[in-house]
């Protein structure tokens, strides 16, 4: 399926990677960010040197920090930091005249700090009369730019509109799958990036391929507690969303929150980490604001309180591992939570 116009809120790796695969279907593709900079990098030099050096940026894909160029975009993806997803969505909402039937697709994956409302919930608000659905899965921007083969799955509670968007975002080497469960499929996203930062603090430590492959497996069932008790359905835990993204994103080399969490092991503190990594760590944030929803929610998550112990609570890696290993024993599986 061929669109006229589609447009992408946010200039990072993974926004530009989606206007490059939106270039592949769409007439007119339109990446918003803000940097004036590299918006006229991405104009006339045809990169983004800042986050994808060594990919060429498609003609077609015009950069903008003007939001009403945006408007008559049959299609917007919010490719935004969660942080930032209320602020410039609301912004754009105001600024731009879309069609009633373009969707508005989130493509981040984080909970908002003060609200702990999910990223589809905040663009729901501000764009009230548009489908909402949400793009999610193990897809590192670094290779969807490269073409390298990717899954992701799209949650949209409305199956036409899913249908809709899994035809745009179905490509050679990019394929999707779709779900109605937008709840299940955002925690997924926004938890294992947690685990992110664990996997890396023990890669840091140098505990080895028993110790991470241990704490991923752990993780797994951590995630699917948590993601339960918050609204999500099992299934999902275990598809592209949970597993996929868990396993990418605590192996990969292209993990920010991996390579963030192997700083921390290694003994470098947050603001030392702060100040030299110049991207957003999502894994930051959604420690802090996940840790508080579980224990509002009463889930036990213990390698979440300990991740959140190291960066909020100055505890040493290696104290927050012998605790973790210290615990009291337990059975291997739990019952489902009953309602």
């Keep these: ?73 049959d299609l917007v993806i919010a490719a935004l930091p969660s942080a930032a997803m209320r602020e410039v969505t609301r912004q754009a909402a105001e600024a731009m005249e879309l069609p009633p039937e373009a969707p508005i697709v989130s493509a981040s994956k984080g909970i908002e700090a003060d609200s702990g409302k999910r990223m589809t919930e905040i663009l729901s608000e501000n764009f009230p009369n548009h489908p909402v659905a949400v793009l999610s899965g193990p897809n590192h921007a670094e290779e969807v730019a490269r073409h390298m083969a990717t899954a992701s799955v799209i949650g949209c509670t409305d199956h036409k509109v899913a249908e809709h968007l899994q035809s745009i975002f179905t490509l050679p080497f990019f394929r ?57 359905r099992p299934e999902t835990f275990q598809g592209l969303s949970g597993v996929g993204d868990l396993i990418v994103t605590c192996y990969s080399a292209h993990s920010r929150n991996n390579r963030v969490g192997q700083m921390i092991g290694k003994g470098h503190n947050l603001d030392e980490i702060n100040s030299s990594v110049h991207m957003v760590v999502e894994g930051i944030p959604n420690t802090h604001n ?31 591992l012998s605790e973790l290993l210290n615990r009291d024993p337990r059975p291997e599986s739990e019952s489902p939570p009953t309602s």
């Design 176 to 232: 999707t799958y779709t779900s109605d469960d937008v709840v299940g499929i955002e925690y997924g996203g926004a938890v294992k990036n947690i685990f992110a930062l664990a996997g890396g603090i023990a890669d840091g430590l140098g505990l080895g391929d028993n110790a991470k492959a241990a704490l991923i497996t752990r993780g797994l069932a951590e995630l699917s507690r948590l993601g339960i008790a918050l609204g999500g």
């Design 290 to 320: 996940l840790y508080h929803l579980a224990k509002a929610k009463g889930v036990r998550t213990p390698i979440i309180d300990q991740v959140y112990a190291v960066l909020y609570e100055g505890k040493a890696a290696g104290d927050a």
């Design 1 to 73: 399926m061929t669109l006229h116009k589609a447009s992408v809120l946010g200039a990072g790796s993974w926004g530009t990677a989606i206007s490059m695969l939106l270039a592949e279907k769409c007439d007119q593709v339109h990446l918003w960010g803000r940097d004036p900079k590299a918006v006229h990098t991405i104009n006339h030099k045809h990169v983004n040197h800042h986050y994808l050096p060594r990919e060429e940026i498609p003609h077609k894909i015009t950069a903008t920090t003007d939001f009403s160029d945006l408007s008559g975009s």
